[in-house]
């Protein structure tokens, strides 16, 4: 019989062959700023790519929660950080200019970046979320998570970065490759805001904050 020592070791290897890319840094100089989380709900909304989940309509609580996640992670950032209630006003400013005009979703956030101002602006989508039903030990359906995180370039006017994260939390049965990831949370059926701050923490890496 195969020890578990020796099992466990092989497991952890294989868990660390397949590392993400990591952006490198964004210069310390640039002013970064932050937009609220939001679903994106109609096609011109889409920045790239994913949508939310069919059926699926965040309640205000849980934009609430990723915007809270998403705050204290930058809150550690030794950048000037401009947070979601400039944006917000921003936001105003730039629907009141267009009147009704149709603009692409990146055209618009583009133009709220420059409104703000900032170098940068981050853009976080949340399509999906769904709480752990059970315990630490056990469960019925674990959580899952689903957002996006765009990095706009301001001064371009392009998608300089982006990251996908999609998790449904997996025992170590159902999925031997996230061994890793599965012992450094001991053992444990975590929440999904556990779930969501680990993803916003790799996702802000990835884009280099």
């Not at 309509?57 to 979601?84: C, F, H, N, Q, Y």
């Not at 200019?97 to 618009?108: I, N, P, W």
Request: one cysteine or more; proline letters at 5%; glycine letters at 8%.
């Amino acid at each position: 019989m195969i020890r578990w020592s020796v099992l466990l070791v092989a497991v952890s290897l294989l868990a660390g062959c397949a590392a993400r890319d990591v952006a490198p840094p964004l210069p310390s100089a640039v002013t970064v700023a932050v937009a609220p989380f939001s679903q994106p709900q109609t096609p011109w909304t889409f920045l790239a790519g994913f949508s939310a989940v069919e059926g699926y309509e965040a309640p205000e609580k849980v934009l609430t929660t990723m915007d809270r996640l998403l705050g204290e992670l930058l809150d550690r950032s030794s950048r000037e950080i401009r947070g979601t209630p400039v944006t917000r006003k921003c936001e105003e400013i730039v629907l009141s200019e267009l009147q009704g005009s149709r603009v692409s979703a990146l055209e618009y956030w583009v133009r709220t970046g420059r409104c703000i101002p900032a170098d940068f602006l981050i853009v976080p989508h949340l399509l999906y979320w769904e709480e752990r039903a059970g315990g630490e030990w056990s469960v019925e359906s674990p959580a899952s998570v689903i957002f996006d995180l765009f990095l706009i370039d301001v001064n371009r006017g392009t998608i300089a970065r982006r990251f996908h994260f999609d998790e449904r939390q997996q025992s170590l049965v159902e999925n031997i490759f996230n061994a890793r990831k599965f012992f450094g949370r001991g053992g444990k059926w975590i929440t999904t805001e556990e779930l969501a701050r680990g993803g916003l923490e790799e996702g802000l890496k990835e884009l280099g904050l």
